[in-house]
């Protein structure tokens, strides 16, 4: 099997599939293919946000923070700065 890159980064295919699923979802009458469209969407926005944890502990590790030092949704967080807010 041949593997390629992607040119559109995972996060804005996966944007881009939620608002693609949100309208078609309103055109469809209540009923399990609507169901089934909503549902899809909760799993692309369950995958968006799991993304941003991964890129977040992957930036802060590459700061040579822990995860505990930086958890997920602390953002923006210099070695520097986490040292000042201890008293250290």
């Given at each position: 099997?041949a593997?390629?890159?992607?040119?559109?980064?995972?996060?804005?295919?996966?944007?881009?599939?939620?608002?693609?699923?949100?309208e078609?979802?309103e055109?469809?009458?209540?009923g399990p293919?609507?169901?089934?469209?909503?549902?899809?969407?909760?799993?692309?926005?369950?995958?968006?946000?799991?993304?941003?944890?991964?890129?977040e502990?992957?930036?802060?590790?590459?700061?040579?923070l822990?995860?505990?030092e930086?958890?997920a949704?602390?953002?923006?967080?210099?070695?520097?700065?986490?040292?000042?807010?201890?008293?250290?």
């Amino acid at each position: 099997m041949a593997r390629f890159i992607q040119s559109i980064p995972l996060q804005d295919r996966l944007l881009a599939f939620i608002h693609a699923m949100r309208e078609r979802a309103e055109l469809v009458p209540p009923g399990p293919e609507r169901d089934e469209l909503l549902k899809k969407v909760k799993k692309a926005e369950n995958a968006v946000e799991m993304e941003q944890r991964v890129a977040e502990a992957k930036a802060a590790s590459m700061r040579g923070l822990s995860p505990i030092e930086n958890p997920a949704g602390v953002r923006n967080i210099s070695p520097a700065s986490h040292n000042d807010r201890n008293g250290s």
